[in-house]
């Protein structure tokens, strides 16, 4: 089963309030195991970047004023999608964000049925906990220290992992060896041989059944 785990970054909250799209990252997983195949882009938003969109993933006005429009980027990422599940961590925001942009430019929005929300998983796997990518990311020793600030990209490496998790990808008693055709696919699953000892006696001793029969003697109104 072979799925887009992707994350956005964006120029606000809202594409319906002017907000745009500045850069796309996806990552390609087998059976939630990452392949290899990964698609990075900066994306020029046509419009300035506020203050608050670069505190969060530090790409400034600047920086985007010379990398392609969406609408120049928009055939190869749906080509690199293909009919594959999309997978994000609050995937309502993201689709939001790709769906406003493709029907803008005239393509058929992806549908909700095409979109996994890892979000959404963690919260029914871990009710009450921190669920963002990060605090997903300490729970399974995942390490994000390169995450100093949001980038699609290396977010959506790190989903690829947690989503592996939250799958339960790795497991106790399973080896996940790596093809190197696939860059990380499962070939095989290495089984632990359980180990069984002879079972051993828990009777009470004479002594032990004489003293217990001697304290419930002193019980006002024993059941025994």
């Not at 392609?68 to 599940?85: H, K, L, Q, S, Y």
């Not at 990209?153 to 592996?164: G, P, S």
């Not at 095989?188 to 004489?210: G, N, T, V």
């Amino acid at each position: 089963m072979r799925e887009v785990v992707f994350d956005t970054e964006t120029t606000g909250l809202d594409p319906f309030n002017g907000d745009r799209v500045v850069e796309i990252g996806c990552v390609v997983v087998d059976d939630y195991i990452p392949t290899g195949e990964v698609y990075h882009v900066y994306i020029n938003p046509e419009r300035n970047v506020p203050t608050a969109a670069v505190q969060v993933h530090g790409l400034t006005e600047e920086f985007l004023k010379d990398k392609p429009t969406f609408a120049e980027i928009v055939g190869e990422f749906r080509d690199f999608c293909g009919d594959m599940n999309l997978v994000a961590h609050n995937a309502e925001f993201d689709m939001k964000f790709i769906n406003w942009e493709m029907e803008n430019l005239g393509f058929s929005p992806y549908p909700t049925s095409r979109s996994v929300d890892t979000l959404a998983i963690s919260r029914r796997k871990f009710p009450g906990a921190n669920n963002t990518l990060d605090a997903l990311c300490k729970r399974f020793s995942i390490d994000n220290s390169n995450r100093v600030k949001h980038g699609a990209l290396l977010d959506a490496e790190l989903l690829a992992d947690v989503y592996l998790e939250l799958m339960g990808g790795r497991q106790t008693g399973f080896g996940l060896v790596s093809d190197d055709n696939k860059g990380g696919a499962i070939k095989e699953a290495q089984i632990q041989e359980k180990i069984y000892r002879d079972p051993r006696p828990h009777f009470a001793s004479e002594e032990e059944l004489r003293r217990h029969e001697a304290f419930i003697k002193d019980i006002e109104n024993s059941l025994w």
